[in-house]
C-alpha cells in the first residue's frame, strides 16, 4: 500500500471487482491493481486495512467458501482474543477476502461490492 494512491485488491475473475474498476476508470481515478490471489497481503497489511475500514476480520471473510467450511471458521470465535486466528488465516487463503477492496488515496477503505459502497469512492 502506498500512502495517498488509491489501490485496488482485485479479481478479474469475479464481476463485482470488474465493476469496481470500471466505476474507477469511469471516474477518471488514478489507482493501482494488486490482484491479492497472487499477492496476497501480509497480516500485517489486513490489520492496516482492517483499521482503515474500521472493521474486523470476520467481517471482510468470504465465510461461504469451501476452505472457510474446511477450517470450520463458522465456529470461531469472534472476540478481540480471536482476531490474530482471523487474520492468519485470511493472510494464508486470500481467497476467503471479500472482494474487491479499494483503499482510498485519503486513508480509507472500503469492500466495493454495492452500488452504495461504489458511489462512496466518488
Known sequence: MTSGQTEIWHNPRCSKSRAATAHLDESGATYTVRRYLDDPPTADELREVLRRMDAQPWDITRTGEQIAKDLGMADWGRTAADRDRWIAAL???????QRPIVLTGDGGAVVARTEDALRSLD
Do not use: D, R, T, V
Open 91 to 97: 493472510a494464508e487463503n486470500p481467497q476467503l477476502i
